[in-house]
């Protein structure tokens, strides 16, 4: 009999995050082999996909879903841990059937949406591509009312535009524009009043050190405050695609007015873990110190 040591249990169990005593029955089995005792325990339909859970899943791609007559949209991530796998059929079959369904039923609530049978096949996928796959979110724009158009660029970032008014082609140019420059709100009366005051306190902070007379500093804080509203307002932006008209006027000039509008980004958010692959390999080859 193989002699089972404490080191080699931890290992396993660091490895697969099972429990110390299924870790050392498997090593029992394996007569100490801990490749095979990994690959006896993988054959446990569980095994994988709750271990790959506690991954970080921070690729993938974003879809839209656009209705034929513009009136509602859908935008949604689906993420893999390796950008590799994003690019797999398997994965792309599996986002884009999860898209046309939250489409279909105008479901944002990322549980419901993965209720049932989605979420089946969610957890097959872990089992067949190896990796944490997580949806992460979904976004619905729209009503009878309004004008809905999209853009995605690549499959890295995805926005919607809602419009009253305008048609089809101001909505996608506005919607590259947000994609591009990534606007906070549609205007500056969106802004909250504890983000405007926590500006407002930076820039007088920082216009005080200036040395200059409280009323020139009261000058500066304002015109300071102007250009941040500006810069973070859509409708204040200059458009991408010609600097010198601004996106509200744009707009308007179309007779149209921005409603609302939503941006997505692959992997905005998520916390990666940084990986040192050189101390890893050392490490492997017992040449760390």
């Given at each position: 009999m193989?002699?089972?040591?404490?080191?080699?249990?931890k290992?396993l169990?660091?490895?697969?995050?099972?429990?110390?005593?299924?870790?050392?029955?498997?090593?029992?089995?394996?007569?100490g082999?801990i490749e095979?005792?990994?690959?006896?325990?993988r054959?446990?339909?569980?095994?994988?996909?709750?271990?790959?859970?506690?991954?970080t899943?921070?690729?993938?791609?974003?879809l839209?879903r656009?209705?034929?007559?513009?009136?509602s949209?859908?935008?949604?991530?689906?993420?893999?841990?390796t950008?590799?796998?994003?690019?797999?059929?398997?994965?792309?079959?599996?986002?884009?059937?999860v898209?046309?369904?939250?489409?279909?039923?105008k479901?944002?609530?990322?549980?419901a949406l993965?209720?049932?049978?989605?979420?089946?096949?969610?957890e097959?996928l872990?089992?067949?591509?190896?990796?944490?796959?997580?949806?992460?979110?979904a976004?619905?724009?729209?009503?009878?009312?309004?004008l809905?158009?999209?853009?995605?660029?690549?499959?890295?970032?995805?926005?919607?535009?809602?419009l009253?008014?305008g048609?089809?082609?101001l909505?996608r140019?506005?919607?590259?524009?947000v994609?591009?420059i990534?606007?906070q709100?549609v205007?500056?009366?969106?802004?909250?009043?504890?983000?405007?005051?926590?500006e407002k306190?930076?820039?007088?902070?920082?216009?005080?050190?200036s040395?200059?007379?409280?009323?020139?500093?009261?000058?500066?804080?304002v015109?300071?405050?102007?250009?941040?509203?500006?810069?973070?307002?859509?409708?204040?932006?200059?458009?991408v695609?010609?600097?010198?008209?601004?996106?509200?006027?744009?707009?308007?000039?179309?007779?149209?007015?921005?409603?609302?509008?939503?941006?997505?980004?692959?992997?905005?958010?998520?916390?990666?873990?940084e990986v040192?692959?050189?101390?890893?390999?050392?490490?492997?080859?017992?040449?760390?110190?």
């Amino acid at each position: 009999m193989a002699n089972i040591t404490a080191g080699l249990v931890k290992e396993l169990r660091e490895r697969t995050g099972l429990g110390m005593m299924e870790c050392k029955k498997a090593l029992v089995a394996s007569e100490g082999d801990i490749e095979v005792a990994i690959d006896n325990l993988r054959k446990d339909s569980g095994l994988k996909a709750a271990k790959k859970a506690g991954r970080t899943a921070a690729e993938g791609i974003v879809l839209i879903r656009v209705s034929d007559d513009a009136t509602s949209a859908m935008a949604i991530e689906i993420n893999s841990e390796t950008d590799f796998v994003a690019r797999d059929d398997n994965f792309l079959n599996f986002a884009n059937k999860v898209a046309d369904v939250a489409f279909k039923t105008k479901q944002s609530d990322i549980a419901a949406l993965m209720s049932g049978d989605l979420e089946a096949e969610r957890e097959a996928l872990v089992q067949k591509i190896g990796e944490n796959i997580s949806v992460r979110r979904a976004e619905f724009l729209g009503s009878s009312d309004s004008l809905v158009a999209g853009y995605t660029h690549g499959d890295r970032i995805a926005v919607l535009v809602e419009l009253k008014g305008g048609n089809p082609e101001l909505g996608r140019d506005v919607a590259m524009h947000v994609a591009a420059i990534n606007p906070q709100y549609v205007n500056a009366d969106q802004v909250p009043a504890e983000v405007l005051e926590r500006e407002k306190e930076v820039v007088k902070a920082q216009s005080e050190g200036s040395g200059k007379p409280a009323e020139i500093i009261e000058k500066m804080v304002v015109g300071r405050i102007k250009k941040f509203l500006a810069e973070i307002s859509l409708v204040e932006q200059p458009f991408v695609k010609d600097p010198d008209t601004k996106v509200g006027a744009l707009v308007e000039a179309a007779d149209a007015e921005v409603l609302g509008f939503t941006r997505i980004e692959v992997g905005e958010g998520i916390e990666k873990e940084e990986v040192d692959f050189a101390k890893e390999v050392a490490e492997a080859a017992g040449l760390s110190s």
